[in-house]
């Protein structure tokens, strides 16, 4: 059974920081790029950041490039966002997501956690 289970959200003033870990199981995790996004209310959800499966390359949004940082440990599963100086628009539910191409005959594979909520307010 595939699961993805974020934590690491909370209450942080404007300028602190917050980590978001997920745990993965249930998938051969070193076989997936893995990805958090966002959703705030009343907009789409959107891509944060991305780390590859092979190489570690990584990818922000333009938005948090330069305050948050993703990782990954392929050796326990998890991959984390390391979310500094904070501002109330990051305020959002946060998503981990797990994906694998298509290969040959085997289709590609999209897996989603069930979020973790981050507000940024004083």
């Known amino acids: 059974q595939v699961q993805l289970v974020e934590s690491g959200g909370g209450l942080v003033q404007p300028g602190g920081s917050l980590t978001l870990s997920c745990a993965a199981s249930?998938?051969?995790?070193?076989?997936?790029?893995m990805s958090w996004y966002r959703q705030a209310p009343g907009k789409e959800r959107e891509l944060v950041a991305r780390i590859t499966s092979v190489g570690g390359g990584t990818n922000y949004a333009d938005s948090v490039k330069g305050r948050f940082t993703i990782s990954r440990d392929n050796a326990k599963n998890t991959v984390l966002l390391q979310m500094n100086s904070l501002k109330p628009n990051d305020t959002a539910m946060y998503y981990c997501n797990a994906f694998r191409r298509a290969i040959l005959a085997v289709p590609a594979r999209d897996y989603w956690g069930q979020g973790t909520q981050v507000t940024v307010s004083s």
């Open positions: 249930g998938f051969t995790f070193g076989s997936y790029a």
